[in-house]
């Protein structure tokens, strides 16, 4: 596995190795061992799926707030996304800051997003499908969800009309939300 920084601490980018010959390739998606090798020793506990069939889907953007903040290792299995961290650390160097990376099936890298920072993606392709480690379980009490196109983030999401869920749609600014995090460092 190889571990590059993004320009928020904590966010990086994972890239594992592939094994490939005529028949096809093997990679290992996650070792509790080769992630602690490059210094992440998040455990999770939960898997969740997402599937996209158009283009222009947007999802995000997301976190969950309290006990339930989540820390994140997304990667895309099928189709190619826009991933974006967003961090709302109080404290943090990069506190507003935002990071975009190009994920997909062909590319095989992984992002991940430590809790503090919201979540969101938009589909490059048709029928995209996500794969996503959470190191807490799901609170529905605990889901907040912050406008994509809020001009406090300035995130250039390269869709211009895009495919949103009512929820998406009508989700608050960053400024009229409760989501908020104090930086203590950078937690793994």
Known sequence: MKRTETLIGG??????????????WFYESYSLRAFEQIGIDTVFV????????????????????GESAQ??????????????????????PTYMKHVG???SAENKKMLYI?????HGFVALTDDVELSYK????????????????????????GATD?????????APLFACSDARFTYDGEKK
Do not use: M
Request: overall charge negative; charged content about 30%.
């Open 101 to 103: 990376v190009i994920l």
């Open 114 to 118: 430590p809790a503090g920072c919201l």
């Open 46 to 65: 939960q898997d969740n799926r997402s599937y996209s069939s158009a283009k222009g889907t947007l999802r995000g953007l997301h976190c969950q707030v």
């Open 134 to 157: 959470v190191d807490k379980f799901y609170s529905a009490a605990d889901d907040r969800s912050i406008r994509y196109d809020d001009p406090a983030f300035g995130i250039d999401w």
């Open 162 to 170: 895009p495919v949103l869920s009512d929820k998406d749609r009508n």
């Open 11 to 24: 966010v990086c980018v994972i890239e594992p190795r592939v094994f490939g010959d005529s028949r096809g």
């Open 71 to 92: 820390a994140k290792l997304v990667s895309c299995t099928r189709g190619e996304i826009l991933d974006v961290a967003v961090d709302i650390r109080e404290g943090s």
